[in-house]
């Protein structure tokens, strides 16, 4: 199949939040829509920006309250451990959430998620592996 151009009506280049949402919004309208993406769907805040640095900033937070709570009267018995790689795995397992989320929003709404790195060939299409895509909306 690798031979045959994959026709859509629309093709979007990056599953980022605006490509997740310009793919669902166009594929409302009943035309048929691929979105390609190289990396992981939610685009750099959902996976590398945003989401994880709020993660671990709220994890510094509590390190913080933890370390300043005798003076507003609270006890622990013992002392609080922490373990880098508990909020490491909780903070990779919510990024993964999402990641499944966006890629549930793009198959209820009907659009083809591809996976890979989209080039521009001269014909017109979007080459992904060998496979080529063409969207034909002007």
Partial sequence: MAGQVKEYDYLVLGGGSGGVASARRAAEFGIKVACIESKKLGGTCVNVG??????MFHAASL???LHDMKS????IDGTPQFTWNTIKTSRDAYIQRLNGIYENLLKKSGVEYVQGWGTFTD???VDVDGQKYRGNIP
Avoid: L, N, Q
């Fill in 72 to 75: 507003y009267g609270f006890t």
């Fill in 50 to 55: 945003c989401v994880p640095k709020k993660i």
């Fill in 63 to 65: 390190a913080e309250s």
């Fill in 123 to 125: 014909d017109g299409c």
